[in-house]
């Protein structure tokens, strides 16, 4: 099968370092972790929700992708990741309950939109390459969680119930379903789910 010549999910690394510093921005973080909501809100509305998951997505990405960054950049990610790792250590226990709530969200936002493929699979090839930025960030929200040592049997199991659902709906193809520029921070290995796509479904 070949890679199709626009890509299906794009990524903008300029993007990802703008959305980083305003997520990391330290009263930002501070009343993030403090509140409830999964899902917290910057000055600047054209950047995604502030969402943990968003933090380590990014930080993965710009970490992985870092000879690609401009020395500005690169200055712009260290100063946010000792902004977002003094914060982690000084708020812990909120930051473990936000990481813990976090997963469990995007479990049944994944498992939804699971659902969805299986019930309408005519719209599962193109909805799946965004939708599953969802499993990207689950990853690295588990990642952490067991750094942390706080991911419970349940939250594994839920996310293993999860990957065979996804096996069930989407089959292997030759190519990184996401922009090639960023291919290099997500290995076929660990993001298998990146390397899928749901059959096309014939007219």
């Not at 690394?13 to 305003?22: G, P, Q, S, T, Y």
């Not at 992985?64 to 200055?75: C, D, F, G, Y």
């Not at 299986?118 to 909805?127: D, F, Q």
């Amino acid at each position: 099968m070949v890679a199709p010549t626009k890509p299906l999910f794009d990524v903008d690394l300029n993007r990802d370092v703008r959305a980083l510093e305003a997520m990391t921005e330290a009263e930002t973080l501070k009343r993030y972790l403090y509140g409830t909501e999964v899902y917290g809100h910057l000055q600047d509305s054209s950047l995604p929700k502030l969402t943990l998951g968003g933090v380590l997505m990014r930080l993965h990405r710009l970490t992985a992708l870092w000879e690609r960054l401009t020395p500005a950049q690169q200055r712009t990610i260290q100063t946010a990741v000792q902004s977002f790792e003094a914060l982690r250590t000084e708020w812990a226990v909120h930051y473990e309950a936000k990481l813990l709530h976090e997963l469990k969200s995007r479990q049944t936002a994944l498992g939804q939109f699971l659902v969805e493929s299986e019930e309408t699979p005519r719209t599962a090839r193109e909805n799946y390459p965004s939708a599953i930025e969802k499993r990207v960030m689950l990853e690295l929200l588990q990642d952490e969680a067991e750094r942390l040592g706080v991911l419970d049997k349940d939250l594994k199991s839920s996310l293993t119930s999860l990957d065979n659902r996804i096996h069930r709906v989407a089959e292997k193809v030759d190519y990184f379903i996401w922009d090639s520029r960023v291919e290099g921070a997500y290995p076929r290995d660990k993001f298998w789910f990146l390397y899928l796509l749901p059959p096309q479904k014939k007219s």
